[in-house]
């Protein structure tokens, strides 16, 4: 707006006016997304990996289902970059003429050397032993691949932790990719065979799916006979089963979100601090598939049970014992010899699985997260959480919460 001002005015602001500034525009890269978008989990992990902002680049999304068909057309498209669940071998030699970083967020294929990120399946199966456990069962079984090496490991951790308490667990290996394909006759006798009751995990929610529709055809009960959990927690799934799924939860964002982290880096030519980066599970998500109880001492039912209702209450030891009826010290000595474990480790224990949901479903204040798990303080949480967790409760949410809604 100085074109009508005189001449010494205009002399003037050029003399004072910075020179303008030309910024160098971002380069902009193309990355294609290899995902199974027909699975929830694979939903999240796409959320994920676009919460993440590149440094210094603009990226030029592309998604399409993994397909050894498209191959031909993803070259043609050149892409900069490549996050892919790499499921089949045939994807993976397809994959090797691509002169680009791809990071695997599919622990499937053994021997395959790509940068992964992607649970730490042993600590799924570990979780799961855990849970069954807790809830008293002393029969236990797994189904899932024989062949995929996340199914491998999720059993491995699942029977290692049982053995570590004295227990086994039998397997059953199948292929359950077409619902409507007639039920295969060796999974049904497996279900018929195995000691009731029973608590089954599956390598993931399909399986599960899967499993619980066998078991209402040939009239096996859940959860009084067989209890179900599987992993993924694809609500989707686990709420079409009759009845509904118990569930491990992963962190699908959280990986999706590392997966683009560790993309950008290499994209920069820069280091990445490593090449396989396994997530520890969430929790547990308990459906209607595994509502039972099955200690065979009434006593520690019923512990059990009253602490769950009143963990968020900070009850002692001596008022639990007095609410089951029974004298501190016998309490404690059933729960050492039965659960190998104190009163106290159970509430904390109970009050750390209240403050977790908590810290993952909301964005409440910690603070206020420490009084509804029924901490006195919001140090004492800050120090028990952290002692069972590893982590405070701060750096556990911003862990697995990319972004708020």
Partial sequence: QTAAAPQYVKAYLVEILPTPITMAPHPKRKIALLLRKDFGYCRKLLSGILSYRPSKQIWIHRDCRININIMPSLRQWEPDGIIAQVFQPDIRKALEDFNCPIINTANTLEGYEAPLVDPADNEVGQMAAHYFMEKGFSHFAYFGSATAVFSQEREKGFKDTLALHGHEAASCYATFTNVWDDRDQHVIQWLKALPKPCALFTSNDDPAHYLSEICSEIGIHIPNEVAMLGADNDE???RMATPSLSSIELPAK???????????????NKQIPERHVRMSPLRVITRESTETENHPDPTIQKLITIISETAAENPSVDEIAHRCHISRRVIEKKAAAILNTTVLNLIQKQQLKIAQN???????????????????????????????????????????LIEKP
Avoid: W
């Fill in 358 to 400: 908590l810290l993952l479903d909301s964005y409440l204040p910690i603070g206020t997260i420490a009084e509804m798990c029924g901490m006195e303080s919001q140090r004492r949480f800050n120090d028990v959480f952290k002692k069972k967790t590893g982590v405070t409760p701060s750096k556990f949410r911003t862990q697995h």
């Fill in 236 to 238: 989707a799934v686990c």
């Fill in 254 to 268: 959280a990986i999706g979100y590392r997966a683009a982290e560790m993309l950008d880096l290499l994209l920069r």
